[in-house]
Every structure is written in structure tokens, then in C-alpha cells.
């Protein structure tokens, strides 16, 4: 495994070990937006969660503007007892970059993460996110911005913008820019999901890493399944670092848990009604939430049995958790024991 410069990487590294006591590459869930809140980093956690989790991407600018700063706080928010995640910003001006790693650690935060592969297009537009890939000069800015703040700082990116060869001079220039740690997905902007990720070529990027910046640490994402497919992966592939996982949580929320475990429905359930209740919680005590989002997560958590397509379309015509819940407790009593 790779030494890492800053103390907060180093035990991070030191610290990820298997059931037997061995290393092994640290796992994270990936920062994806209007999921990685701290519900679902909570309810994963539950699941057997990671060994780190990320915000959602945040606007820098709006962290600095003193009108704007109030929108972006619920992306921020972090529970008591919950496992610190590190905070991912996104910008195009290095003064807002750095203005916001600066107000980060008042907030508890110990890391810092640079979004450079965002493939939004109104992300693209406001010059950021996957953009920064064809304006190397501005990337490196924003990373020497962010490092103003004291923070060990971190970028995740893609391959590239177009084509894939894009790799070679932009990971080169941000190797260059001795960042913590690089993530990358393994696609490029123009590719989103629609490809298979390009695990060909991780040990090509592994040597670069060595080469040009050996203290860096390498992680990899895209297309990884759950924790047995990342080990396998590093095995594979010696000198990665960690694996992030992204999708792959959204289609098991026990993807981090070793050895591919079956769980029962009503493990499922008690997953979900421990969302619908942090839900309640962050909407009682912070920012309000959009009940819609919740939607999305119906899938996750209701399926493998008889009538569950059923099931779900009717959740998906409530409008509040006490609807789900009587839902649930109306359907799904005579399977499981819903509170």
C-alpha cells in the first residue's frame, strides 16, 4: 500500500483491514447528488457501510456568498455519532475553492475533495466538474487554492473529456499537483455510464501514479459491484489504494459488507424504516426535504417477493413516511413484523 503524506490519510490506510486482520484497501461510497446525505450515509452505515463516505458536491461559491451560504448547508449537515465524511466542493474560481475548504474545518471536517469529473451539463456550463479537464491551467489552480486552507486535499475526476487518451496528460498534470489522493472513474465525460468502465487500464495509471507521485493515493471508481469485487480488483491490480463504490450501493445497500451475505426482507424493511425515521429527524431538527427524493429508494429496499412491483407503485403515490409506513405495516405484515 501507498505511504500517505497527511495523518488523516495515513490511518485511513492503517486503519482498513479485513475480518482477519489483514490490509486491505480502503472502501468509500461514492459522493452522488441528492443521495449522499447524512439519511442514506446513516442508513448505510447500518448495512455495514464503508470505511468513508463524501457529501453530496457542494458549490464553493455559494459557500462564500453571504445570501447564497443557507442553501447549501443541508449538503453539509452531519449527524451526531455519525462517521465524519469528507466534504466535496466543486467551483471554477480558485477564490471560492479556497474560501470554502477555509470554513470547512469550524464544521468538523478533516479532508477536503475537489469535484474535476462531474459530467452535469449545467455543471460544465458554470466551468467546473468534468470541464476542468480541458482547462488543466484552472485545475491545478483550484487544488493550490484548496491547499490554502491546511486541509489534505483530494481530487475526483475522469479519465477524460472526449476521448479516452486524455488520460495521459491530464492525470500526468494532476499527479504533478501532489494531491492526497487521486479517485478516478474510469470513463470519460462524453462515455457518463453508457460504457464499461476502463479497467485496462489501472495498471498503466498505478505506474504513472509511482512515477510522478508515489505518496499519492490511488483510488478507483466505476462499474465496481460491492466489497468482494473490489478486493478482487485490487488483487488484480496491485498498487490501488482504494475502491469507491457508487451505483453499486444503490443496488444492494449492503454492497461494503464482506462475503456477498443474503439478507432477509425484513432486514430490508428495517432499513427503510430507518430512513424514513432519519428522514423525519433531519426534517424535525434541520433543513426541510423533499419527501419525492425518498422515492427513488423504494426500489432498493422492496424487491424479491411476491407483489413488491405492486407494492412500490403505490408508495409511490404517497406523499408523506406516515403513508409509507401504513403502507408497509398493510402489506407486508403478513411477511415480516413492521413497527
Given at each position: 500500500?501507498?505511504?500517505?503524506?497527511?495523518?488523516?490519510?495515513?490511518?485511513?490506510?492503517?486503519?482498513?483491514?479485513?475480518?482477519?486482520?489483514?490490509?486491505?484497501?480502503?472502501?468509500?461510497?461514492?459522493?452522488?447528488?441528492?443521495?449522499t446525505?447524512?439519511i442514506?450515509?446513516?442508513?448505510?452505515?447500518?448495512?455495514?457501510?464503508?470505511?468513508?463516505?463524501y457529501?453530496?458536491?457542494?458549490?464553493?461559491?455559494?459557500?462564500?456568498?453571504?445570501?447564497?451560504?443557507?442553501?447549501?448547508?443541508?449538503?453539509?449537515?452531519?449527524?451526531?455519532?455519525?462517521k465524519?465524511?469528507?466534504?466535496?466542493?466543486?467551483?471554477?474560481?480558485?477564490?471560492a475553492?479556497?474560501?470554502?475548504?477555509?470554513?470547512?474545518?469550524a464544521l468538523?471536517?478533516?479532508?477536503?475533495?475537489?469535484?474535476m469529473?462531474?459530467?452535469?451539463?449545467?455543471?460544465?456550463?458554470n466551468?467546473?466538474?468534468?470541464?476542468?479537464?480541458?482547462?488543466?491551467?484552472?485545475a491545478?489552480?483550484?487544488?493550490?487554492?484548496?491547499?490554502e486552507?491546511?486541509?489534505?486535499?483530494?481530487?475526483?475526476?475522469?479519465?477524460?473529456?472526449?476521448?479516452?487518451?486524455?488520460?495521459?496528460?491530464?492525470?500526468?498534470?494532476i499527479?504533478?499537483?501532489?494531491?492526497?489522493?487521486?479517485?478516478?472513474?474510469?470513463r470519460?465525460?462524453?462515455?457518463?455510464?453508457?460504457?464499461?468502465?476502463?479497467?485496462?487500464l489501472?495498471?498503466?495509471?498505478?505506474?504513472?501514479?509511482?512515477?510522478?507521485?508515489p505518496?499519492?493515493?490511488?483510488?478507483?471508481?466505476?462499474?465496481?459491484?460491492d466489497?468482494?469485487?473490489?478486493?478482487?480488483?485490487?488483487?488484480?491490480?496491485?498498487g490501488?489504494d482504494?475502491i469507491?463504490?457508487?451505483?453499486?450501493v444503490?443496488?444492494?445497500?449492503?454492497?461494503?459488507?464482506?462475503?456477498?451475505?443474503?439478507?432477509?426482507?425484513?432486514?430490508?424493511?428495517?432499513?427503510?424504516?430507518?430512513?424514513l425515521?432519519?428522514?423525519?429527524?433531519?426534517?424535525?431538527?434541520?433543513?426541510?426535504?423533499?419527501?419525492?427524493?425518498l422515492?427513488?429508494?423504494?426500489?432498493?429496499?422492496?424487491?424479491?417477493?411476491?407483489?413488491?412491483?405492486?407494492?412500490?407503485?403505490?408508495?409511490?403515490?404517497?406523499?408523506?413516511?406516515?403513508?409509507?409506513?401504513?403502507?408497509?405495516?398493510?402489506?407486508?405484515?403478513?411477511?415480516?413484523?413492521?413497527?
Open positions: 500500500m501507498t505511504t500517505a503524506k497527511s495523518p488523516f490519510w495515513q490511518k485511513v490506510v492503517d486503519d482498513a483491514k479485513d475480518e482477519n486482520g489483514n490490509q486491505r484497501p480502503f472502501f468509500s461510497m461514492a459522493p452522488m447528488e441528492a443521495v446525505d447524512t442514506f450515509r446513516r442508513v448505510v452505515a447500518q448495512a455495514g457501510g464503508p470505511d468513508l463516505y457529501t453530496e458536491f457542494t458549490n464553493a461559491a455559494s459557500m462564500v456568498h453571504p445570501e447564497a451560504k443557507f442553501s447549501v448547508q443541508g449538503r453539509l449537515a452531519v449527524a451526531d455519532g455519525e465524519m465524511p469528507i466534504a466535496q466542493i466543486w467551483g471554477s474560481k480558485p477564490e475553492i479556497g474560501g470554502a475548504a477555509k470554513l470547512l474545518p468538523g471536517y478533516q479532508a477536503v475533495d475537489i469535484n469529473g462531474c459530467p452535469d451539463g449545467t455543471v460544465i456550463k466551468d467546473s466538474g468534468s470541464d476542468l479537464i480541458r482547462h488543466p491551467d484552472r491545478a489552480a483550484l487544488i493550490a487554492a484548496a491547499k486552507s491546511g486541509l489534505p486535499v483530494s481530487v475526483k475526476t475522469r479519465l477524460g473529456f472526449n476521448q479516452v487518451d486524455e488520460y495521459h496528460d491530464w492525470l500526468e498534470m499527479f504533478k499537483q501532489d494531491v492526497q489522493v487521486l479517485t478516478i472513474h474510469l470519460t465525460r462524453k462515455e457518463m455510464s453508457k460504457v464499461e468502465a476502463h479497467f485496462e489501472i495498471d498503466d495509471i498505478v505506474a504513472m501514479r509511482d512515477r510522478i507521485s505518496q499519492t493515493l490511488l483510488q478507483i471508481n466505476g462499474d465496481v459491484k466489497y468482494e469485487h473490489g478486493l478482487a480488483l485490487a488483487k488484480e491490480h496491485p490501488v482504494g469507491m463504490i457508487g451505483r453499486g444503490l443496488n444492494d445497500p449492503y454492497a461494503f459488507e464482506p462475503g456477498n451475505q443474503d439478507h432477509t426482507l425484513a432486514e430490508s424493511i428495517a432499513l427503510l424504516k430507518l430512513q425515521d432519519l428522514f423525519d429527524e433531519v426534517n424535525q431538527t434541520a433543513n426541510k426535504k423533499n419527501f419525492e427524493a422515492k427513488r429508494y423504494f426500489k432498493i429496499y422492496l424487491r424479491g417477493f411476491a407483489h413488491a412491483s405492486q407494492l412500490r407503485q403505490m408508495l409511490m403515490e404517497t406523499h408523506a413516511t406516515d403513508e409509507v409506513r401504513a403502507l408497509l405495516k398493510e402489506h407486508v405484515g403478513t411477511l415480516v413484523a413492521v413497527d
